[in-house]
T-cell receptor, first 115, second 108 residues
């Protein structure tokens, strides 16, 4: 059973389109994240939700809108896609404070290519 | 200056070698430190977790944190071809900040 699952794994689209990536975790964690990994492998946080509430919103264009319908799901919608949005987007979740505080469990990633 | 600096490599070693991977960080507030391993086209997975300064050993892997010098290290003994991956160091106190990752290639 996959702990953090993302769909789709691959996404190829044209500039200007709108697309969504879905994420679900079955670990019972309260906190979920979206990270972006660029071509140089740099992994940077975009958003963090705790129990459906937005707690971190890094400097991300407002074309990116996260949505958390419940604490097990965190989706990412991107409007008016640009070439620079091409990257791998990782969903992650983390357990409450305690053993291994701050540990992240990552999904397999969604590779977005904007043409 | 980025909060976590890491040499991107690649670092190529023969099988059986001892590998040393290093990072520096700038944020004194960091309390926990991690090493993640990322295979090609996969998500990062936790390899080692250290809280505050000190050493931690797990099999062939040893993680070291020196908060006085803001230095994070990962040592791999008897490296194997299956260790070939990108290794990401990270530090944090509320959220994790990652280094750029070091690509390690272990040749048979």
């Amino acid at each position: 059973d996959t702990a953090v699952s993302q769909t789709p794994k691959y996404l190829v689209t044209q500039m200007g389109n709108d697309k969504s990536i879905k994420c679900e975790q079955n670990l019972g964690h309260d906190t979920m994240y979206w990270y972006k990994q660029d071509s140089k492998k740099f992994l940077k946080i975009m958003f963090s939700y705790n129990n459906k509430e937005l707690i971190i919103n890094e400097t991300v264009p407002n074309r990116f809108s996260p949505k958390s319908p419940d604490k097990a799901h965190l989706n990412l919608h991107i409007n008016s896609l640009e070439l620079g949005d091409s990257a791998v987007y990782f969903c992650a979740s983390s357990p409450p404070l305690g053993v291994n505080t701050g540990e992240l469990f990552f999904g397999e990633g969604s590779r977005l290519t904007v043409l | 200056q980025k909060e976590v600096e890491q040499d991107p490599g690649p670092l190529s070693v023969p099988e059986g070698a001892i590998v040393s991977l290093n990072c520096t960080y700038s944020n004194s507030a960091f309390q926990y430190f991690m090493w993640y391993r990322q295979y090609s086209r996969k998500g990062p997975e936790l390899l080692m977790y250290t809280y505050s300064s000190g050493n931690k050993e797990d099999g062939r892997f040893t993680a070291q944190v020196d908060k006085s010098s803001k230095y994070i290290s990962l040592f791999i003994r008897d490296s194997q071809p299956s260790d070939s991956a990108t290794y990401l160091c990270a530090g944090g106190y509320s959220t994790l900040t990652f280094g750029k990752g070091t690509m390690l290639l272990v040749s048979p």
